[in-house]
T-cell receptor, first 116, second 111 residues
Framework: EAGVAQSPRYKIIEKRQSVAFWCNPI?????LYWYQQILGQGPKLLIQ????????DSQLPKDRFSAERLKGVDSTLKIQPAKLEDSAVYLC??????????????FGPGTRLTVT | EDKVVQSPLSLVVHEGDTVTLNCSYE??????LLWYKQEKKAPTFLFML????IEKKSGRLSSILDKKELSSILNITATQTGDSAIYLC???????????FGKGTKLSVIP
């Protein structure tokens, strides 16, 4: 079974530039999550999708971050304009979305973003 | 706001030692507690503990949930250098499947 795919793996941009990350979840997983992990911290949830609808985006800085999951499969996370404090690893995860097994989230390799 | 505190933050042991990692939590309507291992980037799933499954074991790793003390431990016996990683604890509550993570415990196993 293929895992969660993410691209790019690394990205370096200057502040005020824009950047986009892509995620393809495990086939059949209805729920998709984007996390931000700053060095030395645990992952922090940014947004959760159930199929193509947003379940929770309360921790997403909406003035600069946006995310979409068209057709309920792939998802993109965008930052525009980027700030220095956005430097982090952005992790995408997916889960079945139904029942107790939905608490088991499977993570992609992440994208390491450096904002200079 | 849900909260997860892990201790210690870092730990250095010799191969063959047994280690115990701690996780305490505060969460509204507790549903589950999960342990992940993070070696490079992607956390990989280890265990999920719930009210109906408070003890899990897989090889040299085992975990127990103490709902009374709102805590969990992760035990690793006969540690190997391949166990070197950050171990993350996360909790879920209130039925939304969201996870709140702790900062992790960085385990270093030296030969």
């Amino acid at each position: 079974e293929a895992g969660v795919a993410q691209s790019p793996r690394y990205k370096i941009i200057e502040k005020r530039q824009s950047v986009a990350f892509w995620c393809n979840p495990i086939s059949g997983h209805a729920t998709l999550y984007w996390y931000q992990q700053i060095l030395g911290q645990g992952p922090k949830l940014l947004i959760q999708f159930q199929n193509n609808g947003v379940v929770d985006d309360s921790q997403l800085p909406k003035d600069r971050f946006s995310a979409e999951r068209l057709k309920g499969v792939d998802s993109t996370l965008k930052i525009q304009p980027a700030k220095l404090e956005d430097s982090a690893v952005y992790l995408c995860a997916s889960s079945l979305g139904t029942g107790l097994l939905s608490y088991e989230q499977y993570f992609g390799p992440g994208t390491r973003l450096t904002v200079t | 706001e849900d909260k997860v505190v892990q201790s210690p933050l870092s730990l250095v042991v010799h191969e063959g030692d047994t280690v115990t990692l701690n996780c305490s939590y505060e969460v509204t309507n507790f549903r589950s507690l999960l342990w992940y291992k993070q070696e490079k980037k992607a956390p990989t799933f280890l265990f999920m503990l719930t009210s109906s499954g408070i003890e899990k074991k897989s090889g040299r790793l085992s975990s127990i949930l103490d709902k009374k003390e709102l805590s969990s431990i992760l035990n690793i016996t006969a540690t190997q250098t391949g166990d070197s990683a950050i171990y993350l604890c996360a909790v879920s509550g209130a039925g939304s499947y969201q996870l709140t993570f702790g900062k992790g415990t960085k385990l270093s196993v030296i030969p």
